[in-house]
């Protein structure tokens, strides 16, 4: 089920972004802080609350814009951050990756909204 899909996404993005803040933290290194701001908000806070949403309405998850939210969000993330990190290590920002990558998380969330919007509503007369 995707509900359970994104929960689990969400964790392991909640792991990663403890992990750094605790590295953070512990090393004084404030390099990484929007990765590790973003890993923990838009990984495991965004990707979880849609989970859960998707565990009250279970109907939401089913369908194209869903997968398509799921994918584009998770991949997405990935390649935002990863390439931003690599930026702050290499000392040379690889703008285009950064940028395709927010691109496709900002994408899956007009996705996900778009779900939302037109389907919730839908459901309601079914006790969703
Ligand atoms: C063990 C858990 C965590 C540790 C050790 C940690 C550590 C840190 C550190 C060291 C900073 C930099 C603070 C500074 O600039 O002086 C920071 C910033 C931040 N953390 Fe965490 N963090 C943790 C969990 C979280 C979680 C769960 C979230 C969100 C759900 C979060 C969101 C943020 C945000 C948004 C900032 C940036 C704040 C700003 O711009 O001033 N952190 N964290
Ligand atoms: C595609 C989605 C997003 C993009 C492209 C984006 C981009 C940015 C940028 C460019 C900054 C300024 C960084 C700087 O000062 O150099 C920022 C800061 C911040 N954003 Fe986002 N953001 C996104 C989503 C979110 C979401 C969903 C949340 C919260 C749920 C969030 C919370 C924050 C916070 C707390 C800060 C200040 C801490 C930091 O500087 O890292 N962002 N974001």
Excluded: C, E
């Excluded at 990484?32 to 849609?50: E, P, Q, R």
């Excluded at 565990?55 to 931003?84: D, E, I, K, N």
């Excluded at 919730?120 to 079914?126: D, T, V, Y």
């Amino acid at each position: 089920m995707l509900s359970h899909r994104l929960i689990h996404t969400a964790v392991a993005f909640f792991v990663a972004g403890v992990a750094l803040g605790t590295y953070m933290g512990a090393n004084q290194d404030f390099r990484f802080i929007h990765v590790h701001a973003h890993i923990n908000l838009l990984g495991w806070v965004a990707l979880g609350l849609a989970g859960l949403l998707y565990s009250l309405h279970p109907h939401l998850q089913r369908g194209w814009m869903a997968q398509a939210h799921y994918w584009l969000h998770t991949l997405g993330l990935v390649l935002f951050m990863g390439s931003y990190a690599w930026g702050m290590v290499s000392g040379n920002k690889p703008v285009p990756f950064i940028a395709a990558g927010a691109s496709m998380v900002s994408l899956g969330v007009l996705l996900f909204a778009l779900n939302v919007f037109t389907r919730l509503r839908a459901a309601g007369a079914a006790l969703h």
